[in-house]
Nanobody, 123 residues
Framework: QVQLVESGGGLVQAGGSLRLSCAASGRTFSSYAMGWFRQAPGKEREVVAVISSSGLSTHYAGFVKGRFTISRDNAKNTVYLQMNSLRPEDAAVYYC????????????????WGQGTQVTVSS
């Protein structure tokens, strides 16, 4: 069982930056691939970025285009999403998720989800 708690969301102006954090419970964090996802009102949840259990492999959605960086600190049981050059269309609830299979996260599949953190970007 993995419990996930996101933080770091908020209101930012277009062009600004935010750093999201996702703290995981449990002693097996380093066994899980981790992902960040987002869901805007009226839209389906979509993958933003995924990182392997070791941190050596990452996957990014095309709309990230070098603006976002996913990272993890296995000693702190935490995964991060650094978001730069934010745009109004990035506004959404951002979720983190954990899975032992990297590919499942790429398909927005996971048994473990956080409660989400709201990101609002003003133009």
């Amino acid at each position: 069982q993995v419990q996930l708690v996101e933080s770091g969301g908020g209101l930012v102006q277009a062009g600004g930056s935010l750093r999201l954090s996702c703290a995981a419970s449990g002693r097996t964090f380093s066994s899980y691939a981790m992902g960040w996802f987002r869901q805007a009102p009226g839209k389906e949840r979509e993958v933003v970025a995924v990182i392997s259990s070791s941190g050596l492999s990452t996957h990014y959605a095309g709309f990230v285009k070098g603006r976002f960086t996913i990272s993890r600190d296995n000693a702190k049981n935490t995964v991060y999403l650094q978001m730069n050059s934010l745009r109004p269309e990035d506004a959404a609830v951002y979720y983190c998720a954990a899975d032992t299979v990297f590919a499942r996260l790429q398909l927005v599949h996971s048994n473990y989800w956080g409660q989400g953190t709201q990101v609002t970007v003003s133009s």
